[in-house]
T-cell receptor
Framework: ETGVTQTPRHLVMGMTNKKSLKCEQH?????MYWYKQSAKKPLELMFV???????ENNSVPSRFSPECPNSSHLFLHLHTLQPEDSALYLC????????????????FGNGTRLTVT | KQEVTQIPAALSVPEGENLVLNCSFT??????LQWFRQDPGKGLTSLLL?????REQTSGRLNASLDKSSGRSTLYIAASQPGDSATYLC????????????FGKGTKLSVKP
């Protein structure tokens, strides 16, 4: 496999469930990102990891908990979500972290379509 | 605060037509600008990354230009094909926050055969 792979592709969960989204990149990149894409809204950055260290938490509620065990894998643990959290969750990676606005192109996975009932 | 606007929100053209998608940003102090393509239910595919020192980038039938002083970028698609139908997004660095890209809402393009 090449590129950025996200699983599952679709997820339906109740508000009391606990689930996890998985992202794996096969590009040898050092930085990984979680983005949220809601209907009719621009993509919103959630979390940024560089060399397995979290460098950015963009005011995301604690019901979203990221984990980066190594530079190739990124997880997003979900618990007690709300219906408004339903969205497409996109993982991305880049060779190095964007610093001061400079960086290499982002490569995105196909996303996980999450529905919270 | 950086804001990115894309006009039009949607565009429908017949096959073979040349077209231009527009992107504007409020803070011209950017190092680069990136254009992406998103197919329905899929992730984003990077099309072109223009550095601030460049005025344009070309890839096949795609040509992107950047005018920092006016806060604008355009994506030119030549001889459009039905396979070009997708949503096109532009993004600029957010500044300050590490790893942050500010995205526009995109232009949804439909090319009719």
């Amino acid at each position: 496999e090449t590129g950025v792979t996200q699983t599952p592709r679709h997820l339906v969960m109740g508000m009391t469930n606990k689930k996890s989204l998985k992202c794996e990149q096969h590009l040898g990149h050092n930085a990984m990102y979680w983005y949220k894409q809601s209907a009719k809204k621009p993509l919103e950055l959630m979390f940024v990891y560089s060399l397995e260290e979290r460098v950015e938490n963009n005011s995301v509620p604690s019901r979203f908990s990221p984990e980066c065990p190594n530079s190739s894998h990124l997880f997003l643990h979900l618990h007690t979500l709300q219906p408004e959290d339903s969205a497409l969750y996109l993982c991305a990676s880049s060779q190095d972290l964007w610093l001061g606005g400079r960086g290499s192109p982002l490569h995105f996975g196909n996303g996980t379509r999450l529905t919270v009932t | 605060k950086q804001e990115v606007t894309q006009i039009p929100a949607a565009l429908s053209v017949p096959e073979g037509e040349n077209l231009v998608l527009n992107c504007s940003f409020t803070d011209s102090a950017i190092y680069n600008l990136q254009w992406f393509r998103q197919d329905p239910g899929k992730g984003l595919t990077s099309l072109l990354l223009i550095q601030s020192s460049q005025r344009e980038q070309t890839s096949g039938r795609l040509n992107a230009s950047l005018d920092k002083s006016s806060g604008r970028s355009t994506l030119y698609i030549a001889a459009s094909q039905p396979g070009d139908s997708a949503t096109y997004l532009c993004a600029v660095p957010g500044g300050g926050s590490q790893g942050n890209l500010i995205f526009g809402k995109g232009t949804k393009l439909s090319v009719k055969p």
